[in-house]
């Protein structure tokens, strides 16, 4: 397969606790999603490290791609890598991630950091650099599902 820059990697986890609770609580097959970078790297965070550029290491048959529908101009392009490149280094908002699984379970109402970001708000904050509000509907706390039901984005392999 070849991947666009900014094309995401969403990923079926197979870890029974993080990746099955995730998937459980958010309804969803994917545990986590990342922005493609290049044809071997992506730019990601999850609970043990910060935002930065890695080498993928899913197994690809545990993911499946998806693309903006449209077509990202110039000014877009250079908005999201903007935003990565201001946001490189910043830390996983644990404290999120957890209070939305509350409130999702039981409405307990979310704790964010602006500084701070999860996988799939990382992802939503960088289209919406771009003012490409791929969930609308979800006030700013989005779940990987969330983002791969997004009328947006379009299902590629």
């Known amino acids: 397969m070849e991947f666009k820059r900014f094309d995401l990697l969403f990923v079926r986890g197979d870890t029974p606790i993080i990746s099955g609770m995730v ?21 990601e965070t999850n609970w043990w490290y910060p935002l930065q550029a890695s080498f993928i ?3 690809l048959e545990k993911c499946d791609v998806y693309r903006y529908r449209g077509e990202l101009s110039l000014s877009q392009q250079q908005a999201m890598e903007s935003f990565i490149n201001l946001n490189l280094g910043a830390r996983y908002d644990l404290i999120q991630s957890l209070s939305h699984g509350l409130y999702l379970t039981t409405g307990f109402p979310i704790r964010d950091d602006a500084k701070r970001f999860n996988c799939s708000e990382f992802v939503d904050r960088m289209f919406k650099a771009a003012g490409i509000d791929l969930c609308p509907a979800v006030d700013g706390h989005v779940t990987p599902g969330d983002l791969a039901r997004s009328d947006k984005l379009q299902r590629i392999s």
């Open 23 to 43: 998937q459980k609580i958010t309804k969803s097959p994917y545990s986590h999603v990342a922005v493609i970078r290049g044809p071997d790297s992506v730019y």
């Open 57 to 59: 290491k899913y197994p």
